[in-house]
């Protein structure tokens, strides 16, 4: 019989490398938050992503949008170097050889602990060349003016960067539904970019998201 206590002895069973209490680290009298690793961390309070958001609008109007999920590719690029390296040192294992469950385990957690919210991820659609994201309690849909529009585009920026380098494909991301806009939750639909465009169109339309996910099936079935 194998015995629990000689395989604990031997490897220690480890828990989630960002579960909060041991991965946000600090010195509160220096004012400093790190990462386990000693990355520097800000806290950014609400009213300063409110001043950016209503600067951006005052300033560049509707491209605002567009500067902001620029903002969350370029992000997203050391965000995805980062985790990468930080979970492939501390399980001791490439990416490759990692389980599906624990690298979305993962990838939840940090977000989390980010404060960037809860994110779920829905890979029914992935035959078809879709990865469908789900948030709430976004600190971005938070901060933003109500009803001018879907306010996550930095998270769709940070998504679609994370997914391109995590597959070696160009991605892109489209918000399908937002909580600025009195949605229960933030949708988000990641693709190729060419097949992307419909579900853009769709939802520039206001049309929610099961019936742009409904569509871009459709418009998928028919093209192959």
Not at 4 to 22: C, H, I, M, R
Not at 141 to 170: D, M, N, R, V
Not at 183 to 196: D, M, T
């Amino acid at each position: 019989m194998i015995s629990v206590a000689n395989l604990v002895q031997e490897k220690a069973l480890k828990g989630n490398y960002f579960t909060p209490s041991a991965y946000v680290q600090g010195d509160f009298e220096l004012g400093l938050l790190e990462t386990r690793l000693g990355s520097r961390l800000i806290a950014l309070p609400e009213v300063l992503l409110q001043g950016i958001y209503a600067g951006l609008d005052e300033e560049i109007g509707q491209a605002t949008g567009i500067v902001l999920y620029n903002c969350g590719r370029w992000w997203g690029k050391s965000f995805y170097r980062r985790f990468i390296q930080e979970v492939s040192e501390y399980y001791e294992m490439p990416l490759a050889q990692m389980e599906m469950a624990q690298f979305l385990s993962c990838l939840k957690q940090c977000w989390k602990t980010h404060g960037w919210g809860v994110v779920n991820f829905n890979f029914d659609y992935y035959s078809q060349g879709f990865i469908v994201v789900n948030t709430v309690n976004s600190p971005f849909a938070e901060a933003a003016p109500q009803y001018k529009g879907f306010a996550c585009h930095p998270e769709a920026g940070i998504l679609s960067s994370f997914f391109s380098q995590l597959t070696g494909e160009e991605l892109g991301c489209v918000q399908l539904s937002c909580e600025s806009m009195g949605a229960q939750s933030n949708y988000f639909v990641i693709g190729l970019e060419e097949r992307l465009k419909l579900a853009k169109a769709l939802s520039e339309e206001g049309h929610d998201h099961s019936t742009i996910m409904d569509r871009l099936l459709e418009s998928n079935s028919t093209d192959n």
